[in-house]
């Protein structure tokens, strides 16, 4: 057993020293047990459905969009691919050096279901690289459009599951800030926006609300929730969606409607496809 109570037996130690959870010298400071305590609750979601997917089907596969160092894709092999035969987890990074990094670790712990591939989420659809089919994808603050363009990602290869915690989105923020003026003479609605503050606060609200109704047009199922307490990050919403296969009915609908309501028109093939 572990001297350490939080580290889990048979986690490995080099990958927590390489992830920073761990000191060179293998001791926990208190930044770090907050940090293994957020990967704990985010494995504490994924899990779940990574052994659903398992029980229909033996061979397992997830992306990880906007990978970065891979941090998500590494912990995710280490407490729950590593201990099955089976399973592979693609990591998608646009920066080569990353993904170079990741590959180097990965082939260092013997994590041989891994491979990391260096791409824009966007280019990734089309991409030999990756499979026809993809089970379950995850991207976890993938700034600005990464996040939807791993959606789209995502409805391409029908995933089963998708994992998301958005970050950055600016896009909206920025068209709403773009047609302020505009929008005053057309909807008392731009008093929403009004304040600079509240310009990014509500563009950001409306950009993961707008991702929702995208999702569930397409036949997925979600579930909205916290994934740490608000003290320890403000890019905090967790969307999982489930493949459900039957579409909320009024779903594309009201995502024209909002886009048409809050002057967001040139918005319309992002999220409506």
């Not at 712990?109 to 995850?138: E, Q």
């Not at 990014?200 to 950009?207: M, P």
């Not at 036949?219 to 919403?237: D, F, I, R």
């Not at 969606?241 to 992002?270: C, K, M, S, T, V």
Request: hydrophobic share 40%.
């Amino acid at each position: 057993m572990s001297a350490i109570p939080e580290i889990r037996p048979g986690q490995s130690i080099e990958l927590l020293k390489e992830l920073h959870i761990l000191t060179r010298d293998g001791k926990l400071n208190q930044d770090s047990r907050r940090k293994l305590k957020q990967v704990y609750h985010l494995f504490h979601f994924i899990a779940p459905l990574l052994e659903e997917v398992l029980a229909k089907d033996r061979h397992l596969t997830l992306a990880d969009h906007g990978a970065g160092k891979s941090y998500l894709g590494f912990i995710l092999y280490d407490l729950f691919f590593r201990t099955r035969d089976t399973g592979h987890i693609y990591g998608v990074e646009a920066r080569a050096e990353l993904v170079e990094r990741s590959r180097e670790l990965a082939a260092r712990l013997g994590f041989a279901r891994m491979s990391f591939h260096d791409l824009r989420v966007a280019n990734a659809i089309d991409s030999p690289a990756l499979p026809a089919r993809v089970d379950i994808v995850t991207a976890l603050h993938a700034c600005d459009t990464a996040t939807d363009d791993a959606i789209r990602f995502a409805l391409h290869k029908r995933a089963q599951f998708i994992v998301l915690v958005p970050c950055c989105q600016a896009e909206v923020a920025a068209l709403l800030r773009r047609k302020k003026n505009e929008s005053f003479a057309t909807t008392p609605l731009s008093e929403l926006w009004r304040h600079p503050l509240h310009t990014r606060e509500f563009g950001s609200q409306v950009t993961n609300a707008l991702r929702c109704l995208q999702l569930e047009a397409h036949g997925y199922q979600l579930t909205v929730t916290e994934l740490v307490g608000w003290e320890h990050s403000l890019k905090n919403e967790l969307i999982i969606a489930r493949r459900r296969g039957e579409e909320r009915g009024n779903a594309a609908a009201r995502l024209e409607q909002i886009l048409l309501a809050l002057n967001l028109g040139e918005l319309h093939d992002r999220f409506i496809y």
